[in-house]
């Protein structure tokens, strides 16, 4: 169970061309968006690609320590996976791995979907632990929903959202 004591649900709807969907041990199509060095660069601040390993030891952590989905989009009828997200009480991950789908919402409504599930589940913040500063796509994201710079990192700065009422 990620999240002790918490059953994930298999779908979270986030609009009605949107939605999460919980992560079932099957992400080969996901190994494309790992391939792509910019995409990597953004995730891990490098451009190494990431091997079918690794993309599996990735997300084999992030199922075992928080609710990890699968972000879908409805085109021409059907479900079809665009990036991925992680909530954990420590973390919060994103990646939109088509680059289609970038700079279009995507990304802050998964986000905004996933802080509202922190809510209901009586957490009283919500963390990312790293955005790079050459990010500033997510830097961007992140704070326009409320996050604040919580302290510096190696390469970046983590961020903080409060969740509790004032």
Request: proline share 4%.
């Amino acid at each position: 169970m990620p999240i002790e004591g918490i059953t994930q649900p298999e779908m979270l709807p986030v609009s009605e061309t949107l939605r999460l969907r919980k992560y079932d041990g099957n992400h080969d199509f996901a190994l494309f968006w790992y391939l792509d060095p910019e995409t990597v660069w953004l995730v891990d601040g490098d451009r190494e690609p990431y091997t079918p390993e690794l993309l599996n030891k990735m997300y084999s952590y992030q199922d075992a320590h928080g609710e990890l989905y699968f972000i879908e989009a409805l085109e021409n009828g059907r479900w079809i996976p665009v990036g991925d997200v992680c909530l954990s009480a420590d973390d919060f991950a994103i990646v939109i791995g088509e680059r289609s789908f970038r700079g279009k919402g995507v990304g802050r409504a998964a986000v905004s979907a996933l802080t509202g599930r922190a809510r209901t589940l009586g957490w009283n913040r919500v963390r990312v632990s790293d955005i790079y500063d050459f990010n500033a796509g997510s830097r961007r994201l992140f704070t326009s929903l409320g996050f604040r710079e919580e302290a510096r990192t190696e390469k970046g700065r983590s961020y903080i959202l409060s969740l509790e009422k004032e």
